[in-house]
């Protein structure tokens, strides 16, 4: 019994050494994860930057403090690989020779992460609670992006010729589009193959958005199949068939009434629902196509990602984000 | 011991980082916007038309959409006609404004302030219905061709372009 038991315990201590021997082997195993220089740090006031600096800038900049246990493998393969995939999409310390409108447009993204759970990663959240976002902290994020910016009187006037010339410019779009709007184009299909729908103009409204994020307007257009599943309530998962067009525009300067109206056209985007044909972009096709020549967005298939990394905080509602307005028939 | 100690961190940690546990974050849950439906007794529901035009109103943060039946619409879009042929259907829903709670950066219809329409009904000659409330109820209507009044105002503005 007692030599039973002992051969037991050393057969276990045995396991255990070679356990801890592996496991002290793959330490070893170690992709290289480095802090290049800080070239241009992202231009906002301090109380920003240090909430960002405290929940964002392990992943997102080249300012990466790892705490001791992340460094331990396997740990500090997902992080090295969540850092560097970070640092692709948002880098906060390169970001700062964007123009100011492009890093607010960041910033915006950035605090619709944290609202719809998205970023912090999870996953990193779970054993760095520290990096939480607070309410608090969320709404000074926000406020920073509410406050109307502060024009010096040189970008008051330019912004007010730039504003004059849009409008020419959209005139003029208007008036080429009002004379051959019944000639049908020849629309390039986009990189991933999803083909443009003209007649996604002839849909039913869903919703609308006033983006003053970007000073764009946008009608949300669905199909038959989407305004049928509306109608029965069958919108998770969206049916097969199902598309979804968003027509945008930049918004005018407001009107004598006070009225902002839709300025030059910006551009259409489908989704196309296919489970299965599509089932490596979440089920749904992408497609945008830019400008009054309906140009193809993108140079690759890779402009997809783009789609899929902003649709993806909405994963649990089919990637949809429209919530679309009741009572269609 | 410290090996045995660092070891099984090791595998907490691995665990934490790949375990999932989301419940779904209210902002993502499945759901129609209700507010923003038209309710009350209407001659026509404005969106089963296609759409023309939308605008906002920043001072009194409001957002419409023009819609057309098939004669505003193909006019709309080609101006053959101007402004608008007998015929013709507008029918504007105007709605207060809501944040997005899905994006920060956008906002969207909440309840309906109005819903007007606009019907030419012989040339130069139109109706104009003006349904307001919860449920909606008709406050206006009349008859006319004085292209300054609000009708005239409504036909005068031009569609979105959609190519």
Same mark, same amino acid.
Request: aromatic fraction near 10%.
């Given at each position: ?66 705490? *001791? ?7 500090? *393969?997902?992080?090295? /690989? ?5 640092? &692709? ?19 915006? !993204? ?62 003029? !779009? ?6 051959? /709007? ?15 729908? +003209?007649?996604?103009?002839? *849909?039913?409204?869903? /919703? ?30 969206? +049916? ?5 067009? &968003? ?83 | 011991?410290?090996?045995? $100690?660092? %070891? ?24 129609? $916007? =209700? ?7 209407? #001659? ?22 023009? %819609? ?28 207060? =404004?809501? @944040? ?6 956008? $906002? ?7 819903? @007007? %329409? ?16 919860? #449920? ?28």
């Amino acid at each position: 019994m007692i030599v039973v038991a002992a051969s037991r315990i050393r057969t276990l201590v045995w396991v255990a050494v070679i356990f801890a021997v592996g496991f002290l082997c793959l330490q070893l195993v170690r992709p290289t994860l480095t802090n290049p220089p800080v070239t241009a740090e992202l231009q906002a006031p301090p109380e920003v930057r240090q909430i960002l600096r405290n929940s964002c800038y392990n992943c997102h900049s080249n300012e990466t403090q790892l705490p *001791w246990f992340d460094k331990v493998v396997p740990a500090y *393969w997902l992080v090295t /690989s969540d850092v560097k995939e970070a640092r &692709k999409h948002l880098n906060f310390s390169e970001i700062g020779k964007l123009p100011a409108a492009q890093q607010k447009a960041f910033l915006f !993204e950035a605090v619709n992460m944290i609202q719809l759970g998205a970023m912090p990663l999870p996953s990193y959240l779970r054993v760095h609670p520290g990096a939480a976002v607070t309410p608090e902290q969320l709404a000074v994020l926000r406020n920073y992006l509410i406050a109307p910016a502060d024009l010096d009187a040189t970008a008051a006037a330019e912004a007010a010729i730039r504003a004059a010339s849009a409008s020419s410019a959209a005139d003029a !779009e208007y008036d080429k589009w009002v004379h051959t /709007s019944n000639v049908a184009m020849d629309v390039k299909p986009e990189f991933n193959g999803v083909a443009y729908i +003209p007649d996604y103009k002839n *849909w039913k409204v869903i /919703s609308s958005t006033d983006r003053f994020d970007n000073h764009t307007m946008r009608e949300i257009l669905g199909n038959d199949v989407a305004v049928k599943a509306i109608a029965e309530g069958h919108i998770n998962p969206w +049916p097969d068939g199902t598309t979804f067009a &968003k027509v945008t525009w930049a918004q005018t300067q407001p009107d004598v009434n006070g009225f902002v109206k839709t300025g030059a056209f910006v551009q259409v985007e489908l989704m196309v629902k296919d489970a299965t044909k599509y089932a490596s972009t979440e089920g749904w096709g992408f497609g945008r196509w830019r400008g009054t020549e309906l140009k193809p967005y993108g140079k690759d298939a890779g402009f997809q990602n783009e789609c899929t990394s902003c649709h993806a905080p909405m994963a649990k509602n089919d990637y949809v984000y429209t919530m679309p307005i009741g009572g269609q028939q | 011991m410290r090996v045995a $100690n660092v %070891f099984l961190l090791g595998v907490v940690v691995a665990v934490g980082v790949v375990g999932c546990s989301d419940k779904t974050n209210p902002r993502v849950a499945t759901k129609l $916007n =209700q507010d923003a439906m038209l309710v009350g007794d209407l #001659p026509a529901n404005p969106l089963q038309g296609r759409v023309i035009t939308s605008w906002i109103d920043k001072r009194n943060a409001t957002m419409s959409t023009m %819609f057309g039946n098939d004669v505003a619409v193909q006019n709309a879009r080609t101006k053959a006609v101007v402004p608008y042929p007998v015929g013709a259907v507008l029918s504007v829903v105007t709605w207060g =404004q809501q @944040e997005d709670a899905r994006w920060f950066g956008g $906002n969207i219809p909440k309840g309906v302030k109005a819903v @007007e %329409f606009v019907t030419v009904t012989a040339p130069g000659a139109y109706s104009y219905e003006r349904f307001e409330g919860l #449920p909606l109820k008709k406050v206006a209507s009349g008859e006319g061709g004085d292209p300054a009044d609000r009708a005239g105002y409504l036909m005068s503005v031009r569609a979105a372009v959609m190519p």
